[in-house]
């Protein structure tokens, strides 16, 4: 049976819980993979992760592996083909009797995380490794750990898979449709409140999202506010960020880079931009994807912008903009 290595930091959280049975159980890479586990945590809670190692053993999947606990990053990174790196630190957190609220100083706490991991798996990963980000700052902390990684041939990303199913489900619930009928849904930018949910290019039963929808004021309004604000709604509901949905996601990116992207479809991260779309290079910003039969990530080109449209992607374009300057001295 075939191998592949896994690595997950931030596992003994409520996303990782949710995480890795999905990864363990054949659904994500298949029934004749055999999935081996490098569970990362930091040392006052890798203990923990002894309980999530006892659980997948008790699910008794034939498709896992070795499970392995870890709080040194160097030692895990060794040899890894994935790497889903879901620890961060949250805003709200105290921290040296200081509460982090600002958005800069959380860029900066994370950054020192985000070298560090970079620069291991850089070193020590495979040269092929793909590497999600699910921490928030997302698309912020993958350009730090892209940078230390110095790895060209590794693929960093910043998971919007979670902005583009919101999405979808938003247009699934306005048009009685099943989610298989969504197809091309675009996140373009940061995973943020900034984020812009692309519906013109978004394909319901072979027509733009927005003109089966017909429905402006609910696209313009409605629909982006509750897209880009659900992830606060969630917390206002629950009293703690998004789990569940957050580690379905992770799994729909890896899942989505796993065989070539069929020729009616593709998917929504961020990955370094190259230019397309006027984005300003070496920034992690969410585009369309493609996937080939090799598992090679490119851009989807020549897609229209309309006015409206690119008035959203330059918001978010020049949030990234700001968030990269707030931590110039870390890249």
């Not at 994500?28 to 999530?52: A, R, Y």
């Not at 979670?162 to 699934?172: E, F, P, S, W, Y």
């Not at 013109?200 to 880009?228: G, M, R, T």
Request: glycine residues 8%; aromatic residues 6%; hydrophobic residues 40%.
């Amino acid at each position: 049976m075939k191998e592949v290595n896994v690595l997950v930091t931030g596992a003994a959280g409520q996303i990782g819980y949710a995480l890795l049975t999905r990864l363990a159980s054949g659904e994500t890479f298949g029934q004749d993979i055999k999935v081996n586990l490098n569970l990362v945590e930091v040392p006052q809670v890798v203990s923990k992760l002894e309980g999530s190692r006892m659980e997948l053993e008790d699910c008794g999947f034939n498709t896992l592996g070795t499970i392995k606990n870890f709080s040194d990053m160097n030692e895990a990174a060794g040899d890894v083909d994935w790497a889903l790196l879901v620890g961060s630190i949250p805003r709200g957190i105290t921290i040296n009797g200081k509460k982090i609220e600002e958005r800069a100083d959380l860029l900066k706490i994370n950054g020192g995380i985000f070298t560090a991991q970079g620069k291991a798996l850089g070193e020590n990963a495979k040269a092929n490794a793909k590497i999600l980000v699910v921490g928030n700052p997302a698309n912020t902390n993958a350009l730090i750990g892209c940078t230390h990684g110095n790895n060209a041939s590794q693929t960093w990303m910043a998971m919007t898979a979670l902005d583009g199913n919101r999405a979808k489900a938003q247009v699934a619930n306005k048009c009685n449709l099943e989610i298989s009928d969504i197809k091309k849904m675009t996140i373009w930018g940061n995973h943020s409140p900034t984020m812009y949910p692309d519906l013109d290019n978004a394909e319901v039963k072979s027509e733009s999202a927005s003109s089966y929808i017909n429905d402006k004021n609910w696209i313009e309004n409605d629909f982006l506010k509750i897209v880009q604000q659900r992830g606060k709604a969630i917390i206002d509901a629950r009293g703690a960020s998004s789990a569940t949905s957050a580690a379905n996601a992770a799994i729909d990116t890896v899942k989505a880079t796993l065989t070539e992207t069929s020729s009616d479809d593709w998917f929504s991260a961020a990955i370094l931009s190259d230019g397309s779309y006027n984005v300003p290079e070496n920034l992690i910003f969410g585009f369309p994807l493609k996937a080939d039969a090799n598992g090679k990530v490119s851009i989807v080109q020549d897609l229209p912008i309309s006015d409206y449209a690119q008035e959203k992607i330059d918001l978010t374009t020049q949030e990234l903009l700001d968030e990269k300057n707030d931590i110039q001295d870390l890249l």
